[in-house]
Nanobody, 123 residues
Framework: QVQLVDSGGGLVQAGGSLRLSCVASGRTFSNYGMGWFRQAPGKEREFVATISWNGGSTSYADSVKGRFTISRDNAKKMVYLQMHSLKPEDTAVYYC????WGVGTRPSEYNYWGQGTQVTVSS
């Protein structure tokens, strides 16, 4: 069992930066691939980034590639999403998620979810 708590969202101007954090509970955090997803009003939840259990493999949605960076610290049971050059279209609720073994880009692949943190980018 893994519980996830997201934080770090807020209001930022276009071109600005934010770092999202997600802290996990449970003893086997390093068994899980982690992902970040986002959901804008009226839209489906979409993949943002994923990272393997040891950080050796990462993948990003095309829309954020080169602007966002996912990372993790297994000792602290933390996963991060550093976001730069934010755009109004990045506005959404961002969720971290845990997937037992491996990485994935589909929400249905993930077993546990955080409560979400709101990111709003003003133009």
């Amino acid at each position: 069992q893994v519980q996830l708590v997201d934080s770090g969202g807020g209001l930022v101007q276009a071109g600005g930066s934010l770092r999202l954090s997600c802290v996990a509970s449970g003893r086997t955090f390093s068994n899980y691939g982690m992902g970040w997803f986002r959901q804008a009003p009226g839209k489906e939840r979409e993949f943002v980034a994923t990272i393997s259990w040891n950080g050796g493999s990462t993948s990003y949605a095309d829309s954020v590639k080169g602007r966002f960076t996912i990372s993790r610290d297994n000792a602290k049971k933390m996963v991060y999403l550093q976001m730069h050059s934010l755009k109004p279209e990045d506005t959404a609720v961002y969720y971290c998620a845990a997937k037992l073994w491996g990485v994935g880009t589909r929400p249905s692949e993930y077993n546990y979810w955080g409560q979400g943190t709101q990111v709003t980018v003003s133009s």
